[in-house]
């Protein structure tokens, strides 16, 4: 099985023999949530900022006015957000570089999502005025993205694939890694 595992990682190197984020499953779960929530997290602060400079919020059929203090809410959140969304581009700047940076960025984003998710659903769920689906749904909501941040945070911590492959800029005075050629059929490898 490691043998396997090893194989796969060598078919995924560049010019200077380091893995790249195609060699771990994960790396590339990661790579992609990340290249999706870069615009999303954009459209949720045009969201957010949008109610809070109107004052109003549609549901696409219905139209309200919104409390002072929920405007309130709602510029504090978004400008942490929106701290957070400038950190999660150069995180996923550096993440897509491959740079030794990423992996600490990366947790410390998700570090912040957390603390984000927690602040933003405890305040919004104050908001609920015993609307008790309404404080359901936005605790949910905010204990689901806690939860996949710890995850991300515990996987970039642990993972054995995410040192080799965050490296550069590499050290002046390393040599390149042996690059090997993956060779179908072949039983045994050589040492790394």
Request: charged residues 15%; aromatic residues 16%.
């Amino acid at each position: 099985r490691i043998a396997v595992r090893l194989r796969i990682i060598r078919q995924h190197v560049d010019e200077n023999g380091v893995p790249t984020i195609q060699s771990s499953n994960g790396l590339i779960f990661l790579g992609f949530g990340l290249f999706v929530s870069v615009p999303l997290t954009a459209l949720a602060l045009f969201h957010t900022f949008s109610m809070a400079f109107t004052g109003e919020a549609t549901d696409g059929v219905e139209t309200w006015a919104l409390r002072s203090d929920y405007r309130v809410m709602l510029w504090v959140t978004g400008n942490l957000w929106a701290f957070y969304f400038g950190w999660m581009c150069l995180a996923a700047y550096n993440f897509f570089s491959q740079r030794s940076a990423a992996p600490r960025m990366l947790m410390q984003m998700y570090a912040g999502a957390i603390v984000l998710n927690l602040l933003g659903g405890w305040w919004e769920a104050s908001f609920a005025d015993g609307d008790q689906a309404y404080a359901a749904r936005v605790v949910g909501e905010a204990v689901r993205g806690t939860f996949w941040s710890a995850v991300w945070i515990v996987y970039l911590w642990r993972a054995r694939s995410v040192p080799l492959v965050f490296v550069y800029p590499l050290p002046e005075k390393s040599e390149p890694l042996e690059i090997v050629e993956f060779v179908e059929g072949e039983e045994t490898l050589p040492a790394l």
